[in-house]
C-alpha cells in the first residue's frame, strides 16, 4: 500500500448546481457555464439576504465545486461556528493546501471537531472526518506517523462494514492488512469483501487479486475473472491490466490484444483517478500491466501483426509506468511462466 491515500470529500448525493437549479426550476439547457453560475451566484446572495438558512453553506460550496476555493474558504470562514459542513470543507482546504496556506495540523483539527461534534450536522459526517483523521495518521501529514491510530480511526470511520458510513475506510483496511508492516491477509479479504459489497470499485479489483491468488480465501479463478471484468467495465485500471493478463496467459490473445491496445494509450493516472477516484499507484501499475503484455503480443505477433520494434517501445513504456511491476513480469518470462 503506498503511504498516501485519497481523502473523503463532503458526502453529497447532488452538486450544488443541480440542487439549487431543481429546486428553483433553472432550465440549464442554452446557459452556458458562466451564465449559469452568475444566475445561481445572485439567487444564493438574495437568499442570504433573506435570511435563508441553508444559502450561506450552499454559496461556499458553490465555490468550491467552481474551484474557486478562495472565495469558498471566506465564505466558509464566515459561517464555520455554526455549521460543521463548513468546518469539514476547511478541513479538506487546509489539509490539502486549496487556496489557503497548506497547514495539515489545522485541517486535522477541524476534522477532530466534526468528529467529536455532538450534533445531527455532525453525526452524518462522522465516518467521513474519521477517515480523514485516520489518513492524516497514516500519511504522517500534521501529526506523528502512527499506524495505530490510523487503524484505530480507519475501524470508527468503517463502522463494521456499515454502506452508510467511509466505504473509502473499509477500503483503506482492505489495503492496510495487506501490507507486510501490518499483515492479517484474512482481514484484508474481510474489508476488501465489505467495502467491494457497498460499492468500492478500487476493492473490487483487489478482490479479483485475492481469489486469483487465494489470499485470505479460496482460489477461484472465476471469481477473480468475474471481479476485474466488472471493476474493468466500470473504469478500474487495474483491474483492466489483470484482464490483460488473464486473457493473455490463457492464449485469448485476440481479446488481450485489444484491451492491452486501450490501456496502454493512458497518459495520465491521476487524471483517472480524478474520475474513478482510484489511486494512482494501482492505476500506474494496470497501465505497465497492459504495455508489457502489449509488447508481448507486438513482439511474437499473438492477436496482433508482428512489430518488434514498437514491442521495445512498450516495453520502455511498461518500465516507465511502474518498474517494478515490469521487472516482476520480466522475471515470470524467464522462468517460463508467461
Known amino acids: 500500500m503506498e503511504q498516501s491515500v485519497n481523502g473523503e470529500p463532503l458526502p453529497r448525493k447532488k452538486s450544488v448546481t443541480d440542487t439549487i437549479a431543481e429546486e428553483h426550476d433553472i432550465m440549464v439547457d442554452g446557459l452556458t457555464n458562466d451564465e449559469l453560475f452568475d444566475k445561481l451566484e445572485q439567487l444564493l446572495l438574495d437568499k442570504i439576504k433573506q435570511n435563508d438558512r441553508m444559502a450561506p453553506f450552499q454559496l461556499g460550496q458553490l465555490y468550491f465545486e467552481q474551484k474557486m476555493y478562495k472565495e469558498a474558504a471566506v465564505q466558509f470562514e464566515r459561517i ?15 489539509y490539502d493546501g486549496l487556496a489557503v496556506d497548506e497547514d ?9 471537531r466534526v468528529a467529536h461534534a455532538d450534533n445531527p450536522q455532525a453525526k452524518s459526517l462522522m465516518h467521513y472526518a474519521q477517515f480523514n483523521i485516520g489518513r492524516a495518521y497514516f500519511e504522517g501529514c500534521g501529526v506523528h506517523q502512527r499506524d495505530e491510530e490510523a487503524e484505530r480511526w480507519w475501524l470508527l470511520a468503517a463502522d463494521d462494514g456499515n454502506p ?19 499483515y ?15 460499492g468500492s470499485l478500487e476493492s473490487q479489483a483487489a478482490m479479483g487479486v485475492m481469489y486469483f491468488h487465494g489470499l485470505g480465501t479460496k482460489k477461484d479463478t472465476l471469481s477473480a475473472f468475474e ?21 493473455y496467459e490463457r492464449k485469448l490473445y485476440n481479446k488481450a490484444a485489444q484491451l492491452a491496445a486501450h490501456v496502454s494509450q493512458i497518459e495520465d493516472p491521476s487524471e483517472i483517478a480524478s474520475i474513478t477516484d ?31 520494434d514498437t514491442a521495445k517501445s512498450y516495453y520502455s513504456r511498461s518500465y516507465q509506468f511502474d518498474p517494478t511491476t515490469t521487472a516482476m513480469l520480466q522475471e515470470r518470462v524467464q522462468h517460463g511462466e508467461i
Open 80 to 94: 464555520k461556528e455554526q455549521d460543521y459542513q463548513a468546518q469539514y470543507q476547511l478541513g479538506v482546504m487546509f
Open 104 to 112: 495539515p495540523v489545522k485541517g486535522l483539527e477541524y476534522m477532530k
Open 164 to 182: 452508510r458510513a467511509s466505504v473509502k475506510a473499509q477500503t483503506a483496511l482492505g489495503m492496510f492488512y495487506a501490507r507486510p508492516e501490518t
Open 184 to 198: 492479517d491477509i484474512g482481514k484484508a479479504f474481510f474489508w476488501h469483501s465489505e467495502a467491494c459489497g457497498n
Open 227 to 247: 471481479c476485474w471484468k466488472e471493476a474493468a467495465e466500470r473504469g478500474n485500471v487495474y483491474a483492466m491490466g489483470n484482464l490483460v493478463a488473464y486473457y
Open 278 to 308: 482510484c489511486l494512482p499507484f494501482y492505476i500506474s501499475k494496470g497501465i505497465a500491466m497492459a504495455c508489457f503484455y502489449y509488447a508481448r503480443c507486438l513482439h511474437f505477433g499473438e492477436g496482433v501483426l508482428r512489430n518488434v
